[in-house]
Each structure stands twice: as structure tokens, then as C-alpha cells.
């Protein structure tokens, strides 16, 4: 039980990480000229749901492990919650950079491949 528990609070940090970029993208898009695209919403929203798929794919390989006589190596739950998040960061930043043009830093921009120009005022 508390294998899942930990499991649970791994998963639920990632969702976290999922609503804030959906939300920073709205916001983006409520500011950029493009307005907010139902196409754009409904391809984010698939691909939330394709992280939910995957993250709950993990889980259950984890605890099937124990009734059908396969072990995997690891823990998957960490591994892909963690993919996932360091995914969706690079894309908060990219929405923050198209927020506040100002509240991310050159070096940052960079890090992730953002240029300058490409970040809209």
C-alpha cells in the first residue's frame, strides 16, 4: 500500500505539471494574436491524455509484475512521471517566454533553444 501511495503522489506531482502547461498555453494564446484555437486545445488535450494513459501503463506494469511472473528492473512510474515533467517544463518555459518576455532570462531562453526573435512581444 504504500509502494502505490508513493506511486500516487509521483503521478499526481505530474499531473500538476500537465494543468499548468494546458493553463500557461490558454494564457499564451489569450495574449498572442492567434486567440485561443480549438484545434490546438483539442491536440494539447490528447496529448494529456496520452501522458494520463502513460503514466497509469506504468503503474500497472509495476504491480503486475508480482501476478504474472515478470520483474522489471526498475520502478516505470519515476521514470516516465519524470519524462513527462521535464517535457512539460521546457514548454512552460516556452509559454512563460511568450507571456512575459521579460521574466525569463536570456541564458534560459538558450538552454531550451529559444531565440530571442523567436519570442514575441
Request: negative net charge.
Amino acid at each position: 500500500m504504500e509502494i502505490l501511495k508513493h506511486e500516487m503522489i509521483i503521478v499526481g506531482i505530474a499531473l500538476a505539471f500537465n494543468g499548468l502547461d494546458f493553463l500557461t498555453g490558454i494564457v499564451k494564446a489569450l495574449k498572442s494574436e492567434e486567440k485561443l484555437n480549438s484545434t490546438k486545445m483539442r491536440d494539447g488535450f490528447f496529448k494529456k491524455c496520452g501522458f494520463i494513459f502513460t503514466y497509469v501503463l506504468a503503474m500497472m506494469l509495476n504491480h503486475s509484475k508480482d501476478y504474472f511472473g515478470f520483474s522489471l528492473p526498475v520502478d516505470l512510474v519515476p521514470i516516465v512521471c519524470g519524462w513527462a515533467v521535464l517535457t512539460e517544463v521546457i514548454s512552460i518555459i516556452e509559454n512563460i517566454c511568450q507571456i512575459n518576455t521579460d521574466f525569463v532570462p536570456s541564458v534560459l531562453k538558450k538552454l531550451i533553444g529559444l531565440k530571442d526573435e523567436e519570442v514575441t512581444e
